[in-house]
């Protein structure tokens, strides 16, 4: 073999060495930013809900304005939520998530004892936009538990968890309700 040989298969190597990097660089980054726009969409749902709060705590009080500890406690529980959308840790969302919508059970108890209030057109469209935003909080949470999972599968495999200081991307805690409290509140109508 010739010395030029040598060296062409030596850059060839090197080149391809490169791009092997280049490509295990970007796919960990792209695996990052889904799960940190997932979490995002988190959020925007939780920030949406939270904003339903105010006009259907409205609604019911017209209906029942001796039960102030409940209106309290919702809006206790829906601040916690705006602070932690706004920086809070993946587990500081959950337990706020979930004191909202506990607060929000205790509320709908309270409209439970009030017929006229049930059959309100307002109260019932709140409901259903309450209703879609959960369902919207869901998706958001399993999306970004998907997101999650293939970001965390690349950061522990070989050959992707050679790259991932370099990428500057670690494993990221998925989004787990707080002990105990894996089951949502049943409130009746």
Known sequence: ???????????VFIVLLLLFGVVGFNKLRKADITAQESLGGIDVQL??????IPN????????AAHESGVFEEVARARGAVAQAAQNGTVEQKA????????????????????????ASANF???QNELSDTENKLSFARQYYND??????????TIP??????????????FYRAPE??????????
């Open 147 to 156: 997101a999650v999972s293939r970001l965390n599968k690349l950061v522990q």
């Open 95 to 118: 337990a706020a998530d979930q004191a909202l919508t506990g607060a929000l059970g205790r509320l709908f108890a309270v409209a439970e004892n009030y017929p006229d209030l049930k």
């Open 124 to 126: 019932i469209q709140l």
């Open 1 to 11: 073999m010739s010395a030029a040989l040598i060296l062409l298969i030596v850059v």
């Open 180 to 189: 105990g409290q894996q089951a949502p509140p049943q409130v009746q109508f």
């Open 56 to 63: 259907l705590v409205n609604t019911v009080k017209g209906y």
């Open 47 to 52: 920030t949406r809900r939270a904003d339903l």
């Open 160 to 173: 992707w968890m050679f790259f991932s200081g370099v990428a500057g991307v670690k494993a990221r805690e």
